[in-house]
């Protein structure tokens, strides 16, 4: 790491440039030497794990399974949803060339996987006692995005996306509603996110779906950033694949299917909502370091000092907290002063640094610096009997996730405006946050608003208005109360 490293942009003054320093700096990615394309970096890349770990045991937790399917799609296959070819054409990109030749078909490089999905069902289901299907998939994708950025937007992603198929309507829309609640609540819980749920406008619906759900954060320049979405497709896959069973009462029906996914996109997320002028924050239970101890050292002390260091590594490595082994590094360069190694592991996120130093030592402690606030406390470390006190470090640990978790909640809470007029509405999306107001539900009323502001429904609130309820911009009565935003 270049010593320039911790010289970031001040988040307070510029949410930007503070994130591509935050990214580049902190080497989480940087950029490919294909336009709109990502490298990740050992610490990005571990983030993306730790969201994959906790994230994908919540989607087994649920009954699902992890399988693969190709990257690569015939147009033929592609072209048979019509709905769903439509609303991604222009982001599909095609192989046309292989082995030097032509190809006879063109194959999409998978811009999501209903399709060939679909294709494998019709030739695996056969009866009621085959459902419901229940599977998710670990994949990238590639879609031909004209404005990119890091996590955020890139042409090539990391996601996952789940499919399932069932045997009645209910059963589908029952799914549908678990997996947005799993979405907020891993956003919530483990990354200590905030973000609104709920129903997508139908402009704003996923391609071939019947009806799509998100979560939706609102981060800190005002902009609100869909963090994963759960559709219910219907039956619209099982005609176009003809995807069908026999019932028990000997009757043939086309299965009802569901599909879920979220990317990268919400790391993009995590590291915009939580960080400060010195960079990341990264709550405990997703972040690659939970602690990360940097010993003080002075010649005549230096090796004692070392020692006591990665004793203490090996003490923490073997406890537990959030029910997994601690997560701890010992930055043990003897050529890097502190001051700067204070600096890089702030920098990363790292949510508790460990000092340890000769005058430590002799009081049998170290002193415990908290990320999100700098509170700094000694913890008890009796270095000849290798003793810690380890509920006091889970205690710290906990309190950071937790801070993160009600400060985010806060910052929500703050940019949520309710508006009666069309002009709080403008002053309220354009870089405060979200507009809480009434729409008659019109495609045409939503489009006006978005040419006028840029500002989409972002999610519906529960329920539908009296209708006595004037619409914010028509003036029509109103069918929804929505959140609306501009967005990432």
């Not at 996110?193 to 704003?204: F, N, P, R, T, Y």
Request: aromatic fraction near 10%; include cysteine.
């Amino acid at each position: 790491m270049d010593i320039e490293a911790k010289h970031i942009a001040k988040r307070s003054e510029n949410l930007s440039d503070w994130y591509t320093d935050v990214i580049l700096k902190g080497e989480l990615a940087d950029y490919a030497p294909v336009r709109g394309c990502m490298v990740y970096r050992e610490y990005g890349y571990a983030i993306w794990e730790r969201v994959k770990k906790l994230l994908g045991q919540r989607i087994i937790d649920a009954g699902h399974s992890d399988v693969y399917y190709p990257l690569l799609i015939p147009k033929s296959l592609l072209m048979k949803e019509a709905a769903h070819i439509e609303g991604f054409s222009p982001e599909v990109a095609w192989v046309t060339i292989g082995g030097g030749e032509k190809l006879a078909e063109p194959l999409a490089i998978r811009p999501t996987s209903e399709v060939i999905i679909g294709t494998m069902w019709a030739k695996w289901i056969g009866s009621y006692r085959d459902l419901p299907i229940l599977q998710n998939q670990w994949a990238n994708v590639v879609r031909w995005e004209k404005a990119t950025r890091p996590f955020l937007r890139t042409l090539e992603f990391l996601w996952q996306e789940g499919h399932t198929a069932h045997r009645t309507e209910d059963e589908a829309r029952e799914e549908t509603r678990l997996i947005l609640d799993i979405y907020r609540d891993f956003a919530v819980d483990d990354l200590s996110m905030a973000v609104l749920a709920g129903k997508k406008s139908e402009s704003e619906k996923f391609a071939g779906a019947v009806e799509t759900y998100a979560i939706e954060g609102m981060m800190p320049d005002g902009k609100a950033l869909q963090c994963g979405t759960s559709h219910f497709l219907g039956q619209n896959f099982a005609k176009a694949f003809e995807i069908k069973f026999l019932d028990d009462d000997n009757t043939e029906k086309l299965v009802w299917t569901t599909s879920w996914g979220v990317s990268h996109r919400i790391v993009g997320g995590l590291i915009m909502q939580h960080g400060d002028d010195n960079g990341l924050i990264l709550p405990p239970r997703v972040a690659p370091t939970q602690v990360v101890i940097v010993p003080i050292l002075y010649d005549e002390t230096k090796t004692q000092v070392l020692e006591a260091a990665e004793k203490l590594r090996l003490l923490l490595k073997s406890h537990s907290a959030f029910d997994e082994p601690i997560r701890v590094l010992a930055d043990l360069d003897e050529n890097t002063k502190p001051g700067f190694k204070f600096s890089k592991w702030e920098l990363k996120g790292v949510p508790v640094r460990l000092e340890i130093g000769p005058k430590d030592l002799a009081k049998s402690q170290v002193m415990a610096v908290t990320r999100d606030n700098r509170n700094k406390r000694a913890l008890s470390f009796d270095l000849g009997a290798g003793a810690f006190k380890f509920d006091e470090l889970t205690g710290l640990l906990a309190g950071v996730q937790e801070r993160l978790r009600e400060r985010a909640s806060q910052e929500l809470s703050s940019r949520l405006y309710k508006v009666e007029s069309f002009d709080e509405f403008k002053e309220a999306v354009m870089g405060k946050g979200f507009a809480v107001a009434a729409w008659d539900g019109t495609d045409e009323t939503e489009a006006a608003v978005k040419e006028a502001t840029s500002a989409t429904v972002r999610v519906l609130k529960k329920g539908v208005t009296s209708g006595k309820v004037a619409c914010v911009y028509s003036g029509r009565p109103a069918r929804y109360v929505a959140y609306w935003g501009q967005s990432y």
